[in-house]
């Protein structure tokens, strides 16, 4: 491996672990972490398992190392605003993984939620196609218009 792709998975398993180290180095909570501690229980008593481990380890090198190179590889090959939508979907695939790995329940609000995302990401698409196709029509006819010009070609 080169020196820019260590790079990259260095930043890559920074970022995955960082709120991590965030969590853990807060000396004032703000008041949602705090509600939070109360409803659900203090963070900073974690429980290292070995599913805990290989969770953390799963998160850090596909959700975050080959997420972001597989990213920049897009957005590379294909307009930006596609590519980014690609975001969007990574709740439906970790809950998708959820029910198949973990046996997890699809709720409605889960059901409901995807379809949201899917109806979403399906209406932007498609709206780019759409003005896609109307930006090369006026090209088109614009090309077709200034070819009548200049061939003499006048229509009444």
Request: charged content about 15%.
């Amino acid at each position: 491996m080169n020196g820019v792709v260590l790079a990259w998975l260095a930043l890559c398993m920074i970022w995955g672990s960082g709120w991590l180290f965030i969590k853990l180095g807060l000396r004032d909570l703000p008041p949602f972490t705090f509600a939070g501690i109360l409803l659900e229980g203090n963070p900073l008593h974690l429980q290292w398992t070995p599913l805990a481990l290989a969770s953390l380890l799963y998160l850090v090198l596909i959700g975050s190392c080959v997420a972001f190179i597989l990213e920049f590889w897009l957005l590379q090959r294909m307009p930006d605003t596609r590519a980014l939508l690609l975001r969007l979907i990574t709740p439906l695939v970790a809950v998708t993984f959820g029910k198949l790995i973990n046996g997890e329940e699809f709720t409605w609000r889960i059901l409901v939620g995807g379809a949201c995302i899917l109806s979403g990401v399906g209406t932007t698409i498609f709206q780019q196609k759409r003005l896609c196709l109307k930006n090369r029509r006026q090209r088109a006819d614009g090309a077709a218009d200034d070819f009548r010009r200049r061939s003499g070609v006048v229509e009444d």
